[in-house]
C-alpha cells in the first residue's frame, strides 16, 4: 500500500538576523552594504515519516521542536531546505485557523471568501453554507464583522468550513484547544466522522490525552529532530516519562 504522506530526509533551514538593529534606516544602511550578519537556525534535521492512509498521525514536542514547520512542508507551505515530501490526495490544513480570513468582512462574507481560499467554488459553498453555520453554531452573528468575534468565534467558522468537504487528509495543528469543552468535543465527533470515512488525519495537539484518545501513530519531535515514532502508547508513554 502507497503511503498518503512520505517525508524524506527533510531538513529546514531558516536564516536570523542575529545582531540588533535600532531602526529600519540602519537595518537597510547595514542591508545594502551586505553587512549585516544572519544566523542559521534549523529547524528540522533530516526527517523522515511514512503516514499510511487512515492512519491518525500524531506529532508530539515542546514549542520550537519543529511540529508546525513540518507540517507547513507537508501542506506544501514551504518547500523543504533538503529532502523531499510526496502527498497523493487533497489535504485540508487546518494549520492558522482563520489565516484566510478578512476582519473588516461579515461571517457570511468570509466564509464565501475563506471557501474560495480552499479552492471551493460559489455553488458548493452555497450547497454547504447552512451546513457550515449550523455546525459553527452562529446564526445570530452571521452579518457582525469579524473583527468583533472572539478568536474561539473565529475558529469555529474556520473549522466548519475546512471539514465541510472530506479531504484525503486533514492536517490539524492545535485547532482542538480553541472554543470551550463542549465545542472541542464536537470538533472531534467531527473529526471521528472524517476519519471512518477514510480520512487520513495529521494531529499537532499539546494534549497527550488527545493524542492517546485519537491517534494509533506518533512522532516525537525536539529541536527539529526525530526523537521516536511508533505505536501511540510507547511514544506517549516515553514523551511523558521525560515531560
Excluded at 502527498?87 to 468570509?110: C, K, Y
Aim: with cysteine.
Amino acid at each position: 500500500m502507497e503511503p498518503m504522506v512520505s517525508v524524506k530526509n527533510v531538513s529546514m533551514r531558516f536564516n536570523l538576523a542575529s545582531e540588533k538593529v535600532d531602526n529600519l534606516k540602519e537595518y537597510l544602511i547595514k542591508f545594502t552594504k551586505g553587512s549585516l550578519k544572519f544566523e542559521e537556525f534549523w529547524a528540522l534535521k533530516d526527517v523522515s515519516i511514512e503516514i499510511m492512509p487512515g492512519d491518525v498521525y500524531g506529532l508530539v514536542g515542546l514549542n520550537g521542536s519543529g511540529k508546525s514547520t513540518l507540517l507547513k512542508t507537508i501542506a506544501g507551505v514551504l518547500k523543504p531546505t533538503k529532502g523531499t515530501v510526496t502527498v497523493n490526495g487533497s489535504i485540508a490544513p487546518l494549520i492558522e485557523l482563520g489565516a484566510g480570513f478578512d476582519m473588516d468582512l461579515t461571517a457570511r462574507e468570509n466564509i464565501y471568501l475563506n471557501g474560495a481560499v480552499l479552492g471551493f467554488s460559489k455553488k458548493f459553498m452555497d450547497e454547504h453554507f447552512q451546513d457550515i453555520v449550523d455546525f459553527s453554531e452562529l446564526h445570530d452573528f452571521l452579518d457582525v464583522p469579524l473583527k468583533n468575534y472572539s478568536s474561539g468565534m473565529v475558529a469555529r467558522i474556520a473549522f466548519a468550513i475546512a471539514t465541510a468537504t472530506k479531504p484525503d487528509i486533514l492536517i490539524a495543528d492545535e485547532i482542538l484547544s480553541v472554543g470551550d469543552y463542549r465545542f472541542q468535543e464536537k470538533c472531534e465527533n467531527r473529526m471521528k466522522e472524517l476519519m471512518s470515512g477514510g480520512t487520513t488525519v495529521i494531529l499537532v495537539s499539546h494534549s497527550i490525552e488527545q493524542v492517546r484518545r485519537m491517534c494509533n501513530k506518533v512522532t516525537w519531535l525536539e529541536k527539529g529532530n526525530v526523537i521516536m515514532t511508533g505505536p501511540t502508547e510507547e511514544v506517549c508513554r516515553a514523551y511523558s516519562t521525560k515531560y
